[in-house]
């Protein structure tokens, strides 16, 4: 009878079983990962698939079915699931077919219908991504939507390996119209804040762009960047805040600028730059533009050359403050020996990140923040990356001189933030404790423009 009884007595429901539907859609929602394997079924699909009830609050919760990831030919039943189940919520759309297009040629041929379905609803695009490995395929992507409008969407990326016809590049570059520049989005897209393209053959109106990045694919035919087209883009870009240009391009010769300090052209909101060039171009245009709001400076590039070219034009031009508001200076790969020669550019800097700098010749910065003549006066901020340090007692032993000196001369260091290697392993002694304070370097706890940027979770590692 004991055994009858156990028997029907219905097992007690799960405590989660009890929560109200919003409880549950609100924990759905934080525990649903914002970036995401093409290898793995996304969360959404898991928990639409665990019992009756999960399902029915998944299917009528749009927001779970936002992120739309366009990956082969397989994904087109589950485009078309999306964009009934996001209904009428904005939608996030990753074409990535980067790593398909190199091994088999021709794939896009077969996957770019799929796209199309997604374009029938560009009004509810809010994010447009696109990675592919052949230029002709992020070209053809672009054209589909060449006369389109795309009112809400906030940030469009394009992204390929130049590998194409480098001949039809160059003639879209040097017999078209504005330096071969072909609009798209010419509906019009007024949200649109931010922008990075492979190439500039292919470009919306600028008109509302905040952050505009300007990279050049390894394999590509290098476009022009010159005076002209700098000109015309303070023109077309004029809340332009964030500015990056990477790769390598043509256009330097000195014909094409002005000459330096003339600034004939302005560009006011401009916050932070960002060069991964030779060097160049970052001298060629701090030299001829304007930037008086120009707050954050990085720069990847030969410092050898861009130091000395810089001082002399600084040297040059006494009379006229040369980026008065610069607080942040980032200098990638950088060996110290033109320390001295960067105080004397930048003298107005509050702190200086040095990612992946060679530790070794760290005297130079010693040298160059207690010498009279060019000590940066201002700066109380030293951040440190680097890939591997196999001098971290030296480093230390270094590090804690300079605090110790600038602390003496009235200057001091207040804040030195280190990656998680080099913070592991510095030696702490109470000299350099009661000097400064020692962080680890984290996505919040360095407020230069172009980290935060760099950190910020839109899902494609901008």
């Not at 997604?118 to 939507?145: D, E, G, M, P």
């Not at 570059?173 to 649109?192: D, R």
């Not at 023109?235 to 330097?252: E, Q, V, W």
């Amino acid at each position: 009878m004991l055994k009858f009884l156990f028997a029907e007595t219905p097992p007690p429901p799960a405590p989660i079983d009890s929560l109200p539907p919003e409880i549950l859609l609100a924990i759905f929602e934080l525990i649903k990962p914002r970036r995401r394997s093409r290898y793995t079924v996304p969360f959404e699909v898991i928990i639409s698939h665990v019992c009756a009830r999960w399902r029915a609050v998944a299917l009528d919760t749009p927001l779970l079915w936002t992120d739309i990831d366009i990956y082969s030919i397989r994904s087109l039943e589950r485009v078309a699931c999306y964009l009934e189940r996001s209904a009428p919520c904005p939608v996030n759309v990753r074409f990535d077919i980067w790593q398909l297009e190199k091994q088999t040629t021709g794939y896009a041929t077969a996957i770019l219908p799929i796209l199309d379905s997604t374009i029938t609803h560009i009004a509810r695009w809010r994010t447009f991504l696109v990675f592919a490995y052949y230029q002709r395929t992020s070209s053809a992507i672009l054209s589909k939507i060449a006369n389109l409008s795309a009112p809400i969407l906030e940030r469009l990326r394009v992204v390929d390996d130049g590998i194409g016809s480098i001949e039809a590049l160059h003639d879209a570059l040097n017999n078209g119209e504005s330096n071969g520049v072909e609009c798209i989005l010419a509906g019009g897209a007024p949200k649109l804040a931010s922008l990075s393209m492979s190439s500039i053959v292919y470009l919306p109106l600028l008109a509302s762009v905040t952050t505009l990045h300007l990279h050049s694919s390894p394999h590509s035919f290098a476009f022009r960047i010159d005076f002209s087209l700098m000109s015309d883009l303070a023109k077309a870009c004029p809340r332009l805040t964030n500015l990056s240009i990477h790769g390598y391009f043509y256009g330097y010769e000195e014909s094409a600028w002005p000459a330096p300090g003339s600034y004939q052209v302005d560009m006011p909101s401009l916050c932070s730059l960002w060069f991964i060039n030779d060097d160049s171009l970052p001298v060629r245009i701090l030299t001829s533009i304007s930037m008086p709001k120009l707050k954050s400076l990085w720069l990847d590039c030969p410092h050898n050359a861009v130091s000395h070219n810089l001082v002399d034009f600084v040297s040059g031009h006494p009379l006229h403050p040369f980026l008065p508001s610069l607080k942040h200076l980032t200098l990638q790969g950088f060996d110290f020996y033109p320390c001295a020669l960067y105080a004397k550019a930048f003298p107005s800097i509050t702190a200086l990140h040095l990612p992946y700098c060679s530790t070794f010749h760290l005297p130079f910065l010693k040298g160059a923040l207690n010498e009279n003549d060019v000590a940066w006066w201002n700066l109380d901020t030293l951040v440190f990356r680097t890939k591997r340090d196999t001098h971290a007692k030296k480093f230390s032993k270094n590090l804690e001189e300079i605090v110790f000196e600038r602390a003496q001369r009235g200057n001091p260091i207040k804040r030195v933030l280190l990656d998680h290697d080099m913070f592991s392993t510095l030696y702490e002694t109470d000299t350099l404790l009661v000097n400064t304070r020692v962080e680890e370097l984290s996505p919040t706890n360095y407020d230069d423009p172009w980290w935060i940027m760099v950190h910020e979770d839109t899902g494609d590692y901008l």
